[in-house]
Every structure is written in structure tokens, then in C-alpha cells.
């Protein structure tokens, strides 16, 4: 009698676009808070330069101080109390001398006071670059250790981005080379959130590369910074800083550059510029270029925001 066997359905090419897609859920968090490292690690590392910049002219200061106090000191050992007593001797009147003494006295507390001041302030800071030094260490270390589970996760990425190949032939599917990336409603008016939208739905097709953020290639939240940099506006580089940094909105007041958020209201892992017509435009991951988004009823949707 012959052994039974089970058929197991070969999955389908949507079947294996929603697995990429959910499996790149689990690294988008982990790419935003390397971002937010990064970013935080650029800013420090430039606080640190412009601290080692203003700490050389402090010390040329405490040179000059320490010289000045040297030579009295020196003055002073050279003379002995005669020095004094010189002052005295040639002193025409008891007040001359007395006057003499104090103006020698208040000499040297100037130049003590002078070089005591200059060492507080260099002495701050160089206590303010070790913490500084000490906060970039403790990222750097961050960054090594988010990267490494990046690479686990991605690893499970290109599993899939395998078998879809295999399946597909030749990189077919949304992630290949003739990915349908969608097309833009056209946009009104000239406000900041209308450039910052034009400004997206022009790098239609362009890569997804993580951490980019412009011009050439991009991640989520590197399109929506640099779009709204376009329109003249800074705002924070991750999703999780642009929610928690801009103005919420709710969906009825949705217009051209808004930003939807997407996963967690706690701390979006995505998000999105909105065009119009129910359209955003989003970086959406590894394999698949910029494009647009129907976001008209999506149930990932946690809250939308206007820089």
C-alpha cells in the first residue's frame, strides 16, 4: 500500500506580496529608530565640534592669564620682600605706601580672579563634551546593535524576495523594475502643504533605501521630511518625532500634505503624505519604489497630522 501525500497549494503571487509586506512591518520600527540615532548622533557629534571649537580660544585665554600670574609670581620671588619694602621706602607719605601696597595686593587678586573665572568656564566646557562624548558612545554602541537585528530581519526579507522571484520570474510583482507606482491627482493651490505634496508625488518611482531621505532614494519618514523641506518647513525625521511633533488632525480635515500615520497610535512605524482624492504618497519598502496609496479606508490608519 502506498504512502499518502500531501499537496500543499504553491502560494500566490499576492499571497507572497502580503508576506513581504507584513514582514517588512516588523523591521519599519526598528529602521525609524535607526534613523532617530542616527539623527540624534549627527546632532551631538556637531555639539561636540562646536564645543572643541570654542574650548581652543578658552585655553589660549587661560594661557595668557596663567603667563601674566607667572610673572608677578616671578617678580615676586625675584624681589623677595624687598619689593615691598622698596614700595615702602620710596613711598613719600604713610598714605603713599599704604596706597602702593593696596594697588600691588589688588593687582594680584585681578589676575587670581581673571585665571580662576577662564578655568570655570573652560573647565564646563570640557565637562559638557565628556557627557557629550559619553552620549555618542552609548548610540554608537545603539546603532551596532540596531543594525544587527535589522540584518536578521532582512535576511528573512530576501527569503521571501526569493521564492518571489522563483514564482514570479524575474522580479516581477510591485517590487520589480516595471512596478506600477500610480499616478498623482493634480494638485491646487501654492501653500507649503501643496509644494510638499508636488514635491513628493515628483519622486514617484524612485527606491526605497533605508534611512535615505533624498534626493536620489528614500524611506518613509525620509519622503516626508524632505518634501515638507521643500515647502520651507523643518519637522522632526522619524515617524514616531513627526507624530508626536506636529499638530493632529482628524481625517474630515484632511488636505494636500498632511501626514497619515499607520500601525500604532502609540508610536507610528509609517507614514505617508496626503495628495487628495482619498491618494498619499508613500515610501512603502525594501524591493518597492515610492508610489501612491489609497488611503480612503485603510484599517491601519492610527491618526493624521499637519506640519
Given at each position: 500500500?502506498?504512502?499518502?501525500?500531501?499537496?500543499?497549494?504553491?502560494?500566490?503571487?499576492?499571497?507572497?506580496?502580503?508576506?513581504?509586506d507584513e514582514q517588512f512591518r516588523l523591521i519599519e520600527p526598528i529602521i525609524e529608530e535607526y534613523n532617530k540615532?542616527?539623527?540624534?548622533?549627527?546632532?551631538?557629534?556637531?555639539?561636540?565640534?562646536?564645543?572643541?571649537?570654542?574650548?581652543?580660544?578658552?585655553?589660549?585665554?587661560?594661557?595668557?592669564?596663567?603667563?601674566?600670574?607667572?610673572?608677578?609670581?616671578?617678580?615676586?620671588?625675584?624681589?623677595?620682600?624687598?619689593?615691598?619694602?622698596?614700595?615702602?621706602?620710596?613711598?613719600?607719605?604713610?598714605?603713599?605706601?599704604?596706597?602702593?601696597?593696596?594697588?600691588?595686593?589688588?593687582?594680584?587678586?585681578?589676575?587670581?580672579?581673571?585665571?580662576?573665572?577662564?578655568?570655570?568656564?573652560?573647565?564646563?566646557?570640557?565637562?559638557?563634551?565628556?557627557?557629550?562624548?559619553?552620549?555618542?558612545?552609548?548610540?554608537?554602541?545603539k546603532e551596532a546593535e540596531l543594525a544587527a537585528k535589522k540584518k536578521d530581519i532582512e535576511k528573512k526579507i530576501?527569503?521571501?524576495?526569493?521564492?518571489?522571484?522563483?514564482?514570479?520570474?524575474?522580479?516581477?510583482?510591485?517590487?520589480?523594475?516595471?512596478?506600477?507606482?500610480?499616478?498623482?491627482?493634480?494638485?491646487?493651490?501654492?501653500?507649503?502643504?501643496?509644494?510638499?505634496?508636488?514635491?513628493?508625488?515628483?519622486?514617484?518611482?524612485?527606491?526605497?533605501?533605508?534611512?535615505?531621505?533624498?534626493?536620489?532614494?528614500?524611506?518613509?519618514?525620509?519622503?516626508?521630511?524632505?518634501?515638507?523641506?521643500?515647502?520651507?518647513?523643518?519637522?522632526?525625521?522619524?515617524?514616531?518625532?513627526?507624530?508626536?511633533?506636529?499638530?493632529?488632525?482628524?481625517?474630515?480635515?484632511?488636505?494636500?500634505?498632511?501626514?497619515?500615520?499607520?500601525?500604532?497610535?502609540?508610536?507610528?512605524?509609517?507614514?505617508?503624505?496626503?495628495?487628495?482624492?482619498?491618494?498619499?504618497?508613500?515610501?512603502?519598502?525594501?524591493?518597492?519604489?515610492?508610489?501612491?496609496?489609497?488611503?480612503?479606508?485603510?484599517?491601519?490608519?492610527?491618526?493624521?497630522?499637519?506640519?
Amino acid at each position: 500500500m502506498g504512502t499518502a501525500t500531501h499537496a500543499y497549494a504553491v502560494p500566490t503571487p499576492a499571497e507572497i506580496e502580503a508576506q513581504l509586506d507584513e514582514q517588512f512591518r516588523l523591521i519599519e520600527p526598528i529602521i525609524e529608530e535607526y534613523n532617530k540615532i542616527n539623527s540624534e548622533l549627527a546632532a551631538n557629534r556637531a555639539k561636540a565640534d562646536a564645543l572643541q571649537t570654542q574650548l581652543a580660544p578658552m585655553a589660549a585665554q587661560v594661557d595668557e592669564a596663567m603667563l601674566s600670574v607667572k610673572s608677578i609670581a616671578v617678580t615676586a620671588y625675584k624681589n623677595g620682600r624687598m619689593g615691598a619694602l622698596n614700595a615702602v621706602l620710596g613711598a613719600e607719605s604713610a598714605n603713599d605706601t599704604a596706597q602702593t601696597l593696596s594697588q600691588l595686593e589688588l593687582l594680584a587678586r585681578n589676575q587670581r580672579s581673571k585665571v580662576a573665572g577662564v578655568a570655570d568656564t573652560v573647565d564646563k566646557y570640557r565637562n559638557d563634551k565628556r557627557a557629550l562624548d559619553e552620549i555618542i558612545a552609548q548610540q554608537t554602541a545603539k546603532e551596532a546593535e540596531l543594525a544587527a537585528k535589522k540584518k536578521d530581519i532582512e535576511k528573512k526579507i530576501a527569503d521571501l524576495e526569493k521564492l518571489q522571484r522563483q514564482l514570479l520570474g524575474g522580479g516581477g510583482g510591485t517590487g520589480g523594475s516595471g512596478a506600477n507606482t500610480g499616478t498623482c491627482p493634480a494638485i491646487e493651490g501654492g501653500g507649503a502643504g501643496a509644494t510638499a505634496a508636488r514635491t513628493a508625488c515628483a519622486q514617484l518611482g524612485k527606491p526605497y533605501v533605508f534611512g535615505a531621505a533624498g534626493p536620489n532614494q528614500f524611506d518613509c519618514s525620509g519622503l516626508t521630511s524632505y518634501s515638507w523641506k521643500a515647502a520651507g518647513r523643518s519637522i522632526p525625521r522619524t515617524s514616531g518625532d513627526q507624530w508626536r511633533g506636529l499638530n493632529r488632525i482628524s481625517k474630515d480635515q484632511l488636505q494636500a500634505g498632511d501626514l497619515i500615520f499607520f500601525y500604532s497610535s502609540s508610536n507610528p512605524s509609517h507614514v505617508a503624505i496626503y495628495i487628495g482624492n482619498g491618494i498619499a504618497v508613500h515610501a512603502s519598502r525594501a524591493g518597492v519604489p515610492v508610489k501612491t496609496k489609497n488611503v480612503s479606508s485603510d484599517s491601519s490608519i492610527v491618526g493624521y497630522a499637519r506640519p
